[in-house]
């Protein structure tokens, strides 16, 4: 498994489209919930998106921003807009809503649009100057899917066309019906839309990428992360992942360490504990040695003395400060 699928796998929409929105002039939607990504399309129309403590976005038409938290922001039909701010929370996600025809904005033709159960309208119609927009809001669990966080900006902007431009069609088509199965359907097409939108950002001319991803594309390098991600708790030395790759020893510890920034063991030891610590969390009742065991270590005592040099705290430590407190 490449580093990018593995760091992604854990991001998922489920349930998670905050809105499918007609709204007509003026018009401001805050949202609150500072979810660690959002993902902002609009289909028709356009709006400013305005990301707390940063200068404003234009989003135009078939345009894609992703939002990482935990700031909130809002999106605007103009700076200055003399509409009163509505607030958005994952109140107006959950199923229990009414699913995504009755989530804020929803057109119904001769109707006016939905509300979220506050009573509140968020648009109406299709008139002049309306903007259909969609906004996805992703939970990210875990360590894993944090180092992705870690590599990207407050704001991110998808590159006009590319593969993306193929996800909006669908989109497009998907929120102007309402059948069975639908949510599951845009869960699936905006992580498409997501993966999509981070490759092409990824990807853009002299932009700031992590190195991981550069690194990805070396035949030598590339393969070498590759195995180490595929089997993480092998027994790996410089020499074993060299022979692997079908090069010298010395030329994949330079190769790896000028591409990754850092040694290949260096970079299998921290990657050993970012997974140890989403075992710690997601399986009770694995003890300290049952995990020291799935990331390669037969001696828990080795283990714990990795991972609290990596983390900063010992294994039961690290579990128990991100167990939920108990209710009063």
Same mark, same amino acid.
């Given at each position: 498994?490449?580093?990018?699928?593995?760091?992604?796998?854990?991001?998922?929409? &489920?349930?998670?489209?905050?809105?499918?929105?007609?709204?007509?002039?003026?018009?401001?939607?805050?949202?609150?919930? #500072?979810?660690?990504?959002?993902?902002?399309?609009?289909? !028709?129309?356009?709006?400013?998106?305005?990301?707390?403590?940063?200068?404003? +976005?234009?989003?135009?038409?078939?345009?894609?921003?992703?939002?990482?938290?935990?700031?909130?922001?809002?999106?605007?039909?103009?700076?200055?807009?003399?509409?009163?701010?509505? +607030?958005?929370?994952?109140?107006?996600?959950?199923? +229990?809503?009414?699913?995504?025809?009755?989530? @804020?904005? =929803?057109?119904?033709?001769?109707?006016?649009?939905?509300?979220?159960?506050?009573?509140?309208?968020?648009?109406?119609?299709?008139?002049?100057?309306?903007?259909?927009?969609?906004?996805?809001?992703?939970? *990210?669990?875990?360590?894993?899917?944090?180092?992705?966080? +870690?590599?990207?900006? *407050?704001?991110?902007?998808?590159?006009?066309?590319?593969?993306?431009?193929?996800?909006?069609?669908?989109?497009?088509?998907?929120?102007?019906?309402?059948?069975?199965?639908?949510?599951? *359907?845009?869960?699936?097409?905006?992580?498409?839309? /997501?993966?999509?939108?981070?490759?092409?950002?990824?990807?853009?001319? #002299?932009?700031?990428?992590?190195?991981?991803?550069?690194?990805?594309?070396?035949?030598?390098?590339?393969?070498?992360?590759? @195995?180490? &991600?595929?089997?993480?708790?092998?027994? =790996?030395?410089?020499?074993?992942?060299?022979?692997?790759?079908?090069?010298?020893?010395?030329? /994949?510890?330079?190769?790896?360490? !000028?591409? *990754?920034?850092?040694?290949?063991?260096?970079?299998?030891?921290?990657?050993?504990?970012? @997974?140890?610590?989403?075992?710690?969390?997601?399986?009770? !009742?694995?003890?300290?040695?049952?995990?020291?065991?799935?990331?390669?270590?037969?001696?828990?005592? #080795?283990?714990?003395?990795?991972?609290?040099?990596?983390?900063?705290?010992?294994?039961?430590?690290?579990?128990?400060?991100?167990?939920?407190?108990?209710?009063?």
């Amino acid at each position: 498994m490449d580093v990018f699928s593995d760091l992604i796998r854990g991001v998922r929409a &489920h349930g998670s489209l905050f809105a499918s929105s007609t709204l007509s002039p003026p018009w401001a939607l805050h949202f609150v919930d #500072g979810a660690p990504l959002t993902l902002c399309t609009v289909i !028709d129309g356009a709006g400013w998106l305005v990301p707390e403590g940063r200068p404003p +976005e234009l989003l135009r038409a078939r345009e894609t921003i992703v939002v990482r938290g935990p700031g909130t922001f809002t999106f605007v039909d103009e700076i200055g807009t003399t509409a009163e701010p509505i +607030e958005c929370g994952e109140d107006c996600a959950t199923p +229990e809503q009414g699913g995504t025809r009755h989530r @804020l904005g =929803w057109h119904d033709p001769g109707g006016d649009a939905g509300g979220c159960g506050d009573g509140q309208v968020y648009g109406r119609g299709n008139g002049p100057g309306a903007t259909t927009l969609i906004v996805g809001a992703y939970p *990210v669990r875990g360590e894993i899917s944090r180092r992705l966080l +870690e590599a990207l900006p *407050v704001v991110l902007r998808a590159d006009d066309g590319g593969a993306s431009d193929a996800v909006l069609d669908h989109l497009a088509a998907e929120v102007a019906v309402d059948t069975p199965g639908q949510q599951v *359907v845009l869960d699936r097409l905006l992580d498409w839309m /997501l993966v999509c939108t981070l490759r092409e950002w990824f990807d853009r001319p #002299g932009g700031e990428r992590p190195a991981w991803w550069a690194a990805q594309r070396d035949p030598v390098v590339g393969d070498a992360l590759r @195995l180490l &991600h595929a089997e993480p708790a092998a027994p =790996w030395t410089v020499a074993a992942l060299a022979g692997r790759t079908g090069v010298s020893r010395s030329t /994949l510890a330079k190769r790896f360490a !000028d591409l *990754v920034g850092e040694p290949p063991l260096t970079y299998l030891t921290r990657w050993r504990m970012t @997974l140890a610590a989403d075992l710690l969390v997601e399986q009770d !009742d694995a003890t300290v040695a049952d995990v020291a065991r799935a990331v390669g270590y037969s001696d828990p005592f #080795g283990f714990s003395a990795a991972f609290k040099r990596v983390r900063g705290a010992n294994p039961s430590e690290f579990r128990g400060s991100r167990r939920p407190s108990p209710a009063r």
